[in-house]
């Protein structure tokens, strides 16, 4: 009895942590957030800046510690799932003065799209401009730089090459 007690306590309390973090969310950002009903774990952080804009569909996971970062839109279609530590940004900074300090020159912002029903494995990156096609599957620790058309199932690749002992 104190088992099931003690489980319901802690779903409730992970429940009004998930609705006031995104209340928080919708309070701080206003229209620039837009949600429907989407869960989340531990250390799940957004941060938009200027007039970006955050669209997450609905049936949405987020495990530990992801982030979004958004300075222009990033978009998240419905039933998508997220593994640990995957960031996301829709923005790189300027570096081609070499007059200026890179902090100053600014960023370039693109849209990121990620369509229905994807699964993002942990440690995944997904940089400015990508469009990720529905029902894709991205390995662990990838890096995503350009479009991947939807079906697809992306992975890193990292060959072990033996040098032998006379080689190095």
């Known amino acids: 009895m104190i088992?099931?007690?003690?489980?319901?306590?802690?779903?409730?309390?992970?429940?009004?942590?998930?609705?006031?973090?995104?209340?928080?969310?919708?309070?701080?950002?206003?229209?620039?957030f837009k949600a429907q009903k989407f869960h989340?774990?531990?250390g799940f952080h957004i941060f938009i800046e200027e007039s970006g804009v955050v669209q997450i569909g609905k049936n949405v996971f987020f495990n530990n510690n992801c982030s979004i970062t958004s300075r222009k839109l990033v978009e998240i279609g419905d039933n998508c799932i997220f593994g640990e530590n995957v960031k996301i940004y829709d923005h790189n900074h300027k570096f081609?003065?070499?007059?200026?300090?890179?902090?100053?020159?600014g960023f370039i912002s693109e849209p990121v799209t990620i369509g229905n029903n994807c699964w993002i494995s942990t440690n995944v990156t997904i940089l400015k401009g990508v469009r990720i096609g529905a029902n894709t599957?991205?390995?662990?620790?990838?890096?995503?730089?350009?479009?991947?058309?939807?079906?697809?199932?992306?992975?890193?690749?990292?060959?072990?090459?033996?040098?032998?002992?006379?080689?190095?």
Do not use: W
């Open 3 to 32: 088992k099931l007690i003690s489980k319901h306590l802690m779903r409730l309390k992970n429940t009004l942590y998930r609705r006031i973090k995104v209340f928080s969310f919708k309070c701080q950002y206003g229209n620039q």
């Open 40 to 42: 989340f774990r531990e």
């Open 96 to 105: 081609k003065d070499k007059n200026k300090l890179i902090a100053e020159q």
């Open 137 to 168: 599957v991205i390995g662990a620790g990838v890096i995503v730089y350009k479009d991947i058309p939807e079906n697809s199932i992306i992975i890193n690749k990292q060959d072990i090459i033996n040098l032998g002992k006379d080689s190095i």
